[in-house]
């Protein structure tokens, strides 16, 4: 891989020190890194400044320096064009961001030498149709959501598996999440841990007025479609954190397994269930 872009958040990393220090490494061994043009016009060395868009067109790998939300932020984008993540982690958690400040000169020879894995994350694929059979269509890593926005009470949802009814209940809301994201607002929200390769996602109601309704699991194939039964204009539709559009009662919401994955760029040997006790389990005691 030697057409390597760098993607910093520039509140992360705000005075760049990270990407400095990572364009310096990369200068070493005879590589000018790819960079947003406003970003490399602030980096002294071997830079190639383009467009932001141009990232996606020029680059075989992506060095993304912040957090969780900056690898969500650019993993639609970049799984579109094939292109491996890698995250340095300078945010809380660091769930998807794989090397650590500290692990920064190791890391980068290792992927400069190719010693490294890549693992391929299952996205979700939405596709919402409104009264008049207009699409839009949205991808997500972590999860998608339906929110009821800034309406002030519950609103009922309709449910529907592979064009059977699955569930209707009163809620805030609905979470579909992938195994990635299962660990993040799904979690939240009472739904199941999923490992991060299995093949299925997880459709989990956001506080339920009902006894009965629980997260369901559904295999990769399964075919969801959310309804909402409230006269109300303002469902805030959601993909990993960001929100979207508004939805109206008419609007339909079809979510399945996208074509696409993201693929995660792993060089550290640290396992899932070790990430899992560090980042969640040992910081909650």
């Given amino acids: 891989m030697k057409q390597i872009g760098i993607i910093p958040n520039l509140i992360k990393d705000k005075d760049l020190e990270a990407t400095k220090r990572i364009t310096n490494l990369l200068n070493q061994h005879g590589i000018a890194p790819y960079m947003e043009r406003e970003v490399a016009e602030k980096i002294d060395g071997e830079v190639l400044g383009v467009e932001p868009d141009r990232l996606y067109d020029l680059c075989d790998s992506l060095i993304v320096i912040g957090g969780d939300g900056t690898i969500l932020g650019v993993a639609a984008a970049a799984s579109m064009k094939d292109i491996p993540i890698v995250g340095v982690n300078l945010g809380r958690l660091g ?81 579909v999440s ?6 993040a607002y799904n979690l939240s929200a009472g739904g199941p841990i999923v490992v991060p390769l299995a093949q299925t996602y997880v459709v989990t109601p956001i506080c339920p007025h009902t006894m009965h309704s629980k997260s369901v699991m559904l295999c990769k194939e399964d075919k969801v479609c959310i309804n909402t039964l409230e006269e109300t204009k303002d469902m805030a539709l959601s993909m990993d954190g960001k929100l979207k559009m508004y939805l109206t009662p008419q609007d339909e919401v079809h979510i399945e397994c996208s074509p696409y994955v993201t693929k995660l760029i792993k060089i550290s040997d640290r396992k899932f269930f070790e990430i899992l006790r560090e980042k969640i389990v040992e910081r909650r005691r």
């Fill in 95 to 175: 769930f998807l961001a794989d090397i650590e400040p500290d692990e920064i000169e190791d890391a980068l020879e290792k992927l400069i030498n190719e010693q490294y894995k890549i693992e391929e994350r299952m996205m979700l694929k939405a596709t919402i149709t409104d009264v008049n059979g207009e699409k839009n269509v949205f991808y997500a890593l972590n999860e998608i959501t339906v929110t009821r926005g800034n309406f002030s009470r519950l609103v009922e949802f309709e449910i529907y598996v592979n064009d059977e009814l699955s569930d209707i209940f009163p809620a805030d809301g609905v979470i």
């Fill in 178 to 183: 992938t195994p990635t994201g299962s660990t």
